[in-house]
């Protein structure tokens, strides 16, 4: 069964308390996560996706464990990487 993962660089605006943080959201079809903790925007895919590694998280874990063991591809940003393109990030 396909399990489509998808990874998005994000940018949190709390209107509220006037600040700005970045980071990612990551789902697919059993868990949805983020992260709000970059410094910066991360706009390169490939930068999204190694920061994206390096997050703990149940949740986070999960999907890009998932991904690992059974060498799926991944929506990043709105482009489809393939697991032969991705690979070489994943420990």
Not at 7 to 28: C, E, M, P, Q
Not at 51 to 79: P, S, T
Request: with cysteine.
């Amino acid at each position: 069964m396909s399990n489509p993962a998808f990874l998005v660089a994000t940018t949190f605006d709390s209107h509220v308390i006037g600040t700005k943080t970045h980071g990612f959201r990551l789902y697919d079809n059993e868990a949805q996560c983020y992260d709000n903790l970059s410094e910066s925007p991360i706009t390169d895919d490939m930068e999204l996706l190694q920061y994206a590694l390096e997050c703990d998280g149940n949740d986070i874990r999960g999907i890009l464990d998932f991904i690992k063991e059974n060498e799926k591809g991944i929506n990043i940003n709105d482009n489809y990487y393939d697991w032969d393109e991705i690979k070489a990030y994943f420990p």
